[in-house]
């Protein structure tokens, strides 16, 4: 059984990010990278897939340059066999484009799963992994808070976060599975595991040899940030609050 879990190089929690002067990109100088949270569980619940008794291969794989590589250490140091980053080279990229890049690759590896963050913390989008499984053709299940493959390996139960409490359903193998915070608690990668992650194989892919990997329809055009609001104004009693109305033409 092979496993593919799809990983992105996002800033850390805390980071503080800058408009340019322009308003057209992220001043991202002096910023620190990790993997995108969700991403993270994603790959803790394949290790268990694996750890639970299942014959699998763990892979990851990204998009991205070069300063991708230390987050897919990260995942190869936390247990993961191997990994695949896809070389974009320059090129424009929109989630449909991602999304196109990582069907790419999973119809190279054939993997009997696909995981993935819910969505990755810079953008929130939530978009590439429901894409993912749209132009595979596989079913899918979103915030999934518990997976649990059967005794044959053709299908998951999945119980999915949604509005009104949780839902229970069941995917045919292939499918592809969105990760949300409480499906579990990723492990800290050991020493041991950081020494091996060394000399475990990374693949790298140009983007432009992928075949049809899609294209790019989307840009961003500029940024802005929110306007800030003037503070509140409190009101202890109901006649305050009467004149405060009246003052303002609301009553």
């Known amino acids: 059984m092979k496993l593919l879990v799809t990983l ?9 990010i ?3 002067e322009a308003g057209d990109s ?14 993270e569980l994603a790959v803790e619940e ?6 639970a008794g299942a014959e699998v291969e763990v892979v990851v794989v990204t998009v991205g340059g070069e300063e991708c590589q230390q987050q897919l250490i990260s995942a190869l140091a936390m247990g993961a066999d191997r990994a695949v980053r896809v070389e974009p080279s320059g090129q424009s990229l929109d989630s449909l484009r991602v999304a196109g890049a990582l069907v790419a690759v999973a119809r ?3 993997p009997d799963l696909v995981l993935a963050g819910k969505l990755a913390v810079d953008d929130e989008c939530g978009q590439v992994p429901a894409m993912m499984a749209g132009l595979l053709g596989w079913p899918q299940a979103n915030q999934a808070s ?9 299908s998951l139960r999945v119980v999915c976060e949604v509005d009104a409490g949780l839902e229970t359903v069941t995917l045919a193998l292939p499918a592809v599975v969105m990760a949300d915070l409480r499906l579990n608690e990723p492990r800290y990668a050991s ?3 950081i020494m091996k992650a060394k000399k475990k194989p990374v693949e790298v892919l140009a983007l432009d040899e992928l075949g ?3 294209s790019t329809r989307s840009r961003v055009t500029g940024f802005r940030a929110l306007e800030e609001k003037s503070p509140g104004v409190r009101i202890d009693t109901a006649e305050e609050l009467v004149r405060a109305l009246e003052e303002r033409k609301l009553v």
């Open 18 to 20: 800058r408009i340019s």
């Open 191 to 193: 020493l041991p595991g």
């Open 146 to 154: 518990s997976v649990e493959l059967s005794e044959d390996a053709s």
């Open 26 to 39: 992220l001043d991202l100088d002096n910023v620190q990278f990790e993997v995108n949270p969700f991403d």
């Open 8 to 16: 992105k190089r996002t800033p850390q929690r805390d980071a503080r």
């Open 108 to 110: 190279r590896e054939e």
């Open 46 to 51: 394949a290790l268990r897939i694996r750890e």
């Open 212 to 214: 049809d990997a899609g």
